[in-house]
């Protein structure tokens, strides 16, 4: 096996059992490891610290282990079914009103570079390191034990999320086992076209769906705008919990046209809802003031930390617009997915944008991600979500 050699005190992080070597804390690699073979990490005293994936970028080794266990089959079975084990604690398997999940959140289940979310009897997989991606079908045969006659199909989404500077080969979409053209599951009792196809992520956001029911309970009579709707998940929980009316947009008209087919497939005729395909910006600018709730769930601002600054004025600017035309005691569910964006960021971006508009804001809710995105306690760069419920005067 190859080894990579830290610098002197670089094991310091793995010693707390952080899941990542950076590249700049490695002094030289013994052999020539290819993207994503499994490597050893030893210190500059030559002692074993981790096992792990490697691959070229900035993220050198992403650790699997803090033992000397071998990484094959036996070892895949073991980490998702502890995986699973948390899922069936949570009561997310085997809920006839929710048939969706995730089973595995990368680092969050000692599995990083690789994300499971479950849709009725399909399991997508995604991978976002080379070693995920050299591992997949060893994983998915585990996977297909674990679960146990569960998920009769796992499709592989995984083209955009490789990391592109590593020479891979088969990075095509495709199911690895089973194979369908049924695309519906439930959540919470309401029903959802998954495009694991062609849609982002995995097909759904399921990282929502907490937040989605809590949004169920404020809709009673409002007038609801759903902002950066993507497939309409806010949209169609507002409907169920009794909105006046409901408007989703989103750039995307592939989008819309999935948004509309989610809520004929609930509210078949229901004339409550309208979609738009349109830009965010140029929607709000030309509302008017008939809204008393509001949704801003837009998609990463900033991907990488020299995005930041650019990214905080975007989430300024968006909030204000909407703190300028929501109604007196209207409900804005705003909301950040920039894994670099920090919690205290994002809410003082949000704080400046409430000050800009001159109205009492008050925050009612402060939102993170479902359990079944749990945060390793020792990499907390998994605390991606973040969101504010604010009654806005």
């Known amino acids: 096996m190859k080894i990579v050699y830290l610098k002197p005190g670089k094991e310091e992080s793995l010693r707390r059992f952080h899941p990542w070597v950076f590249s700049g804390a490695i002094a030289r690699i013994e052999g020539e490891p290819e993207e994503g073979e499994v490597v050893d990490v030893y210190t500059s005293a030559k002692e074993f610290v981790a ?11 992403r650790v699997l282990t803090f033992s000397q266990e071998p990484v094959d089959r036996d070892f895949w079975r073991r980490r998702l079914s502890v995986a699973r084990d ?11 009103q929710s048939d969706t999940y995730r089973l595995v959140y990368g680092e969050g289940d000692n599995l990083p570079g690789l994300i499971v979310d479950v849709y009725g ?10 070693g995920m991606h050299i591992d997949r079908m060893e994983v998915a045969e585990a996977l297909d034990e674990v679960m146990d006659g569960m998920i009769e199909n796992i499709y592989y989404k995984s083209e955009s999320t490789l990391p592109f500077k590593a020479d891979l080969v ?6 690895l086992k089973g194979g369908t053209p049924e695309n519906i599951a439930m959540e919470n009792g309401l029903k959802f076209h998954v495009d694991w196809l062609k849609g982002q992520k995995t097909g759904f956001f399921v990282d929502q769906r907490e937040n989605r029911a809590l949004l169920e309970r404020y809709s009673r009579g409002r007038n609801v705008l759903n902002m950066f709707c993507y497939t309409g998940g806010f949209s169609f929980y507002a ?3 009794g909105a006046s009316l409901v ?5 995307s008209s592939k989008a819309i046209d999935l948004t509309n087919q989610n809520v004929e497939l609930n509210f078949p005729g229901d004339a409550r809802h309208q979609a738009f395909a349109e830009d965010a910006f140029k929607f709000l600018d030309r509302m008017g003031d008939q809204y008393d709730l509001i949704v801003l769930d837009p998609p990463a601002f900033a991907k990488h930390r020299d995005a930041i600054r650019n990214a905080l004025r975007g989430y300024t600017k968006l909030n204000a617009k909407a703190f300028e035309k929501i109604r007196p005691g209207g409900i804005l569910f705003t909301f950040s997915c920039s894994q670099v964006v920090s919690k205290q960021d994002f809410r003082n971006a949000v704080f400046t944008a409430a000050a800009q508009s001159h109205r009492n804001v008050r925050i009612l809710h402060q939102l993170t991600q479902p359990a079944d995105h749990p945060v390793n306690i020792y990499h907390p760069e998994g605390e991606y979500l973040k969101g504010l419920v604010l009654y806005v005067e």
């Open 51 to 61: 096992r792990g994936h490697y691959q070229v970028g900035s993220i050198a080794v």
């Open 121 to 130: 009897r399909t399991a997508v997989m995604q991978a976002h390191s080379a």
């Open 247 to 251: 408007h989703s947009v989103d750039s």
């Open 239 to 241: 409907m169920r919990g």
């Open 86 to 96: 948390l899922r069936r604690a949570l009561g997310l398997i085997g809920n006839p």
């Open 170 to 175: 088969e990075r095509e979409n495709g199911f």
